[in-house]
C-alpha cells in the first residue's frame, strides 16, 4: 500500500491519500484527544504526541501538527499509524457499543441559533452553493467548511482541517466564498468565521 502526501496551503497540515474511500459522505473533525475516542484511528494520530488536529475526508486524512512540530520526524511516524491501520483494515470508527457515537451527516445540530423559516429559501440556496461548489474546492486543499447559520445577511461558517488556523483562511473567506455568496445569494452582505 502506497500513501501519497500533499501539501496545503497550511504548513502546519499535511494531506494524506490512502488511494481508499474513508468517508461515505461528510467529513469528521477532531480537534483534540478527547474528540479523538471516537476513532481509533485519529486517536493513534493524536497519541504521537505532536498532532493537534486530523480531519476524514472523503478519501484523504489531513493531520495537523503543533506548535514547534517537525514534519520531517512527524510525517513518518504519521504513515506508518495510516499504514498499520489500514492494512490491518480496522474500522475507522469505534463502535456504538463502546458508548461512543459514530458520527453522523450535519443535521442542523451546531448551529449558532435556529435558521429563520421565512429565510429557508435563501438559506437552502446558501447551503447549496458551499456544497457544490466551496466545500469540494477546500476539500482539495485538505479541509472542509460547515454551515453554521445565517442571520441578518450574515453567513457564519466554520472552518476544519487544514482551514482551521490556516494563513489564509479569512483571505478564503472574505474574497472567495463572500464573493462568490454575494454574487448568487443577494441577501447575504457579509460572511463571518464562527
Known amino acids: 500500500m502506497f500513501i501519497e502526501t500533499e501539501t496545503t496551503p497550511n504548513p502546519a497540515t499535511l494531506k494524506f491519500l490512502p488511494g481508499q474511500r474513508l468517508m461515505p459522505s461528510g467529513t469528521r473533525d477532531f480537534s483534540s484527544p478527547e474528540d479523538a475516542e471516537a476513532s481509533p484511528l485519529a486517536q493513534a494520530l493524536f497519541d504521537t504526541g505532536e498532532v493537534t488536529g486530523v480531519l476524514f475526508g472523503a478519501d484523504f486524512v489531513a493531520v495537523t501538527a503543533g506548535p514547534g512540530a517537525d514534519w520531517g520526524t512527524l510525517k513518518p511516524q504519521v504513515v506508518a499509524v495510516l499504514l498499520d491501520h489500514f492494512i490491518s483494515q480496522a474500522p475507522l470508527f469505534a463502535t456504538a457499543g ?3 457515537a459514530v458520527p453522523s451527516e450535519d443535521d442542523g445540530e451546531g448551529l449558532l441559533f435556529p435558521d429563520d423559516p421565512a429565510q429557508a429559501d435563501v438559506v437552502e440556496q446558501i447551503k447549496e452553493l458551499i456544497e457544490t ?7 482539495n486543499d485538505g479541509g472542509d467548511i460547515r454551515y453554521k447559520g445565517f442571520r441578518e445577511g450574515v453567513v ?6 487544514a482551514c482551521s488556523g490556516c494563513p489564509s483562511s479569512t483571505a478564503t473567506l472574505k474574497n472567495g466564498i463572500e464573493g462568490l455568496l454575494k454574487h448568487y445569494v443577494p441577501e447575504v452582505t ?4 464562527a
Do not use: T
Not at 457579509?190 to 468565521?193: C, K, P, S, T, Y
Open 98 to 100: 463502546n458508548g461512543i
Open 156 to 161: 457564519y461558517l466554520q472552518m476544519q482541517g
Open 190 to 193: 457579509e460572511v463571518r468565521a
Open 133 to 139: 461548489r466551496v466545500r469540494p474546492a477546500v476539500a
